[in-house]
């Protein structure tokens, strides 16, 4: 049975309460300091699940960034700076207006998300995409249909390197499905559901840029159940479970591209004798005809062949390979 209090009890712990006193004081100094937790809504993602999430788009950055690289003709940098769990809320009030902001969804799940760029990160994209220098400056305005259009180019890739870093968790494939200038209009959760918020940081040049990943994790169970240690311990795409490194290799070097080159012959002309060439002359080459030509493979010799035909198209049959001394 609980203890029950004097009224003299009662009366010195009501005056403890509103005078305060020297004991309680020093009792409360020592306390250690209150951490807030929100009950109603606990972390759906571990730190270690977070962890995973940065690495995953650490090489989304890296292929990215390359992908930028090649397209703009410039120095790009992509760097991971948060992943934060927060309010969809909270996120909704940093989203600038006017914005640049593109839905997707992942292929045969829930999960839907935001793809954000800052407004002077796109201005800038549009600018160097049409052939400028990207030191234009222009304030922020609702992106026509025009510069959406150009803008597509990049967003599309974004969905392939997403769909492509993924591949460690499992095959998820991205894809966007409409454009909106405000955020009112981008709803993919509610406002009190948490969101999976990636920052990144874009420097073109000496300029720097911030663009956003904003997952829905309402729809996360599947992904994070997928985010176990030992699951991760196998850090190949679920494509290549199974093979060795060496057919990993041997099959992205099958899906790749050489220039090749056939020389059917040298000769030496005036330059008289070549502007004064007409339709139906011929040139006479050094090398005989059942001589065998030089097949080159990136600008060097590697096969040597005959010409022919095969099914009406010119081909060459490889009669020999250059010693690899030789190369």
């Known amino acids: 049975m609980a203890e029950v209090l004097s009224q003299k009890e009662i009366d010195a712990l009501l005056n403890n309460v509103q005078g305060g006193s020297e004991g309680a004081s020093t009792e409360t100094n020592n306390d250690k300091d209150v951490v807030p937790f929100d009950f109603r809504l606990p972390n759906r993602i571990s730190k270690n699940q977070l962890r995973t999430f940065r690495n995953i788009h650490e090489t989304f950055a890296e292929g990215f960034g390359s992908f930028l690289v090649s397209k703009l003709q410039s120095i790009v940098n992509i760097t991971v700076t948060s992943v934060d769990q927060i309010y969809y809320s909270e996120y909704v009030l940093s989203v600038a207006n006017p914005a640049c902001l593109h839905t997707f969804d992942i292929k045969n799940t829930d999960v839907k998300g935001i793809f954000e760029l800052s407004p002077d990160l796109v201005m800038n994209l549009i600018d ?10 222009s304030k922020a ?13 990049i967003i599309d890739r974004v969905m392939q390197d997403l769909t492509k870093s993924w591949q460690i968790i499992g095959d998820y494939e991205f894809r966007t ?3 909106e200038s405000d955020i009112d209009f981008a709803q993919i959760t509610s406002q009190s559901e948490s969101v999976l918020l990636v920052t990144f940081e874009l420097m073109i040049g000496d300029k720097t840029f911030f663009m956003n990943l904003c997952f829905a994790t309402f ?12 699951h991760m311990s196998n850090i190949r795409p679920g494509k290549y479970s199974g093979t060795t490194a060496q057919n990993m290799i041997r099959e992205n070097l099958n899906g790749s591209e ?3 080159t056939v020389e059917f012959g040298k000769t030496k002309v005036s330059f008289k004798e070549l502007i004064e060439l007409e339709k139906g002359d011929i040139i006479k080459l050094e090398n005989k005809i059942d001589s065998d030509f030089p097949v080159k493979l990136n ?6 062949g ?8 010119k081909a060459v049959k490889i009669i020999r390979k250059v010693n690899s001394e030789n190369l």
């Open 219 to 230: 729809a996360f169970d599947t992904v994070l159940s997928k985010l176990t240690t030992q």
């Open 141 to 153: 305005k609702p992106i026509t249909p025009i510069e959406q259009k150009v803008l597509n180019v």
């Open 258 to 260: 050489v220039p090749v």
């Open 299 to 304: 600008g060097k010799v590697v096969f040597y």
């Open 128 to 137: 160097m995409l049409l052939g400028g220098n990207g030191e234009t400056v």
């Open 177 to 179: 499905e409409r454009f």
């Open 306 to 313: 005959k010409p022919g035909v095969v099914n009406k198209h």
